[in-house]
């Protein structure tokens, strides 16, 4: 049983919609499904009531003609959502398929990276050339509804599963911008975005951002480090509005910096201990390093900036992370239909946990507006007014 580990956590996600990145609200730990084969019975959950109740609709309900599927799919919502855990979740089949796509870092839809909080779903950028960009949707806009369904306080993958659709299929997005609402109607289509983009900045700086860690990070950010290390002076590795993803792939970019020790470890159920080691390959064990984070930097991103803090290798500049610190498991039912269900906590290399607490910067620095933040993309577009980026570079020059 395939049983790859990956976070995710509560704050941006690239909704290529062509959603990219399924990311962020819950924090994953196994992307990669693993198909409910009957765990033992824990005893402590009486069912009796909830199968008194199906059968009571089922032969009393006025329409004998009920969706029974829709009632089936709901109890199992019920009981999830009772849990009252806010990075568990029940997906349909659609939805989950959905899902496992865009862990791959493909999917169809729109073509917009999120940040997520506590109110509404903040758009920081559009993929160039997407349906949403040519749309006329642009960053900064906050969206409130999708369809009819406000939005607000949703994570990552609860936007996606809205979002997200078959290729030529629409969506309609409500967004503020400014004192304005606005409407949009946009018809999906299948993106594929890298998870790393790369630049030389400033004085032979190597900046590289990350997305999302998927499952062609590792590839990519070795790729990224190849390609830009001869020569540069220091690296800037822009982590900001990641909303997590594989662990694995936090292993090796964190592996890229530090020569040995504890990546971080997971503690489960019954005590369960899970110490994850720096694995061999090296690129860049002494570069100077600054690691850019904000409160939307979240599980696994958590995982790499905290653990390269804890080993003294980067200074982090920003603001406090989002403080997610638990791990989910992806268990398929029968029917296609996922249980998204936190199954441990994550700890660094030290023991401490970020769970609702994030990570302290080494220097706090506060963005005037979510849209100053640098474009990779837009290269032509500069950073001047990134004051996050240029404290990370002043760093930098400091030595």
């Known amino acids: 049983m395939n049983r790859r580990a990956a976070l995710r956590g509560g704050a941006v996600l690239l909704i290529l919609v062509a959603g990219f990145f399924a990311g962020l609200?819950?924090?994953?730990?196994?992307?990669e499904y693993m198909p409910y084969i009957g765990q033992r019975s824990v005893g402590k959950i009486d069912l009796t009531e909830a199968q008194q109740a199906a059968r009571l609709i089922e032969a009393n309900y006025v329409d004998s003609n009920f969706?029974?599927?829709?009632?089936s799919n709901g109890s199992v919502q019920g009981m999830v959502s009772a849990l009252g855990d806010p990075f568990t979740a029940y997906f349909d089949p659609t939805q989950f398929k959905r899902l496992q796509q865009s862990y791959q870092g493909k999917y169809s839809g729109i073509g917009i990276y999120l940040s997520f909080g506590s109110g509404y779903p903040l758009i920081t950028a559009t993929v160039a050339g997407s349906p949403a960009a040519t749309a006329?949707?642009?960053?900064?806009?906050?969206i409130t509804k999708?369809?009819?369904k406000d939005v607000k306080g949703f994570t990552a993958d609860q936007a996606t599963a809205l979002i997200q659709g078959p290729d030529g299929t629409k969506v309609t997005l409500t967004v503020l911008r400014g004192d304005q609402t606005l409407t949009f109607t946009i018809a999906r289509a299948e993106i594929q975005v890298p998870t790393v983009r790369s630049a030389l900045i400033a004085d032979h700086v190597l900046y590289v951002r990350i997305y999302q860690f998927g499952?062609?990070?590792?590839?990519?950010?070795?790729s990224a480090l190849s390609t830009g290390l001869?020569?540069?002076t220091g690296i800037v590795l822009d982590l900001r509005g990641n909303p997590g993803g594989f662990t694995s792939a936090a292993d090796d970019v964190i592996t890229q910096f530090v020569a040995s020790g504890e990546t971080f470890e997971t503690h489960g159920r019954g005590g369960v201990v899970d110490k994850h080691q720096v694995g061999s390959h090296h690129a860049a064990p002494t570069e100077p390093l600054v690691v850019l984070v904000d409160a939307n930097s979240a599980s696994a991103s958590e995982i790499v900036a905290g653990s390269l803090q804890v080993h003294q290798r980067a200074k982090l500049v920003g603001t406090v992370t989002f403080g997610k610190g638990s791990v989910q498991e992806d268990f398929e039912l029968s029917d296609g239909s996922d249980i998204h269900l936190t199954v441990e906590r994550w700890f660094l290399?030290?023991?401490?946990t970020i769970d609702h607490k994030g990570l302290q910067p080494d220097v706090a620095v506060k963005l005037a507006s979510a849209t100053d933040q640098f474009d990779v993309t837009q290269l032509s577009q500069g950073y001047a007014?990134?004051?996050q980026l240029n404290a990370a570079l002043a760093l930098l020059t400091a030595g």
Not at 25 to 31: E, F, V
Not at 349 to 352: D, E, I, M, T, Y
Request: aromatic share 8%; glycine share 12%; hydrophobic share 20%.
């Open 25 to 31: 609200y819950a924090d994953q730990a196994y992307p």
């Open 67 to 71: 969706n029974a599927a829709k009632l």
């Open 136 to 142: 006329g949707v642009q960053k900064g806009d906050q």
């Open 146 to 148: 999708v369809g009819d």
């Open 215 to 222: 499952s062609k990070t590792s590839t990519e950010f070795a």
């Open 230 to 232: 001869p020569g540069t």
């Open 349 to 352: 290399p030290n023991g401490q």
């Open 385 to 387: 007014n990134d004051s």
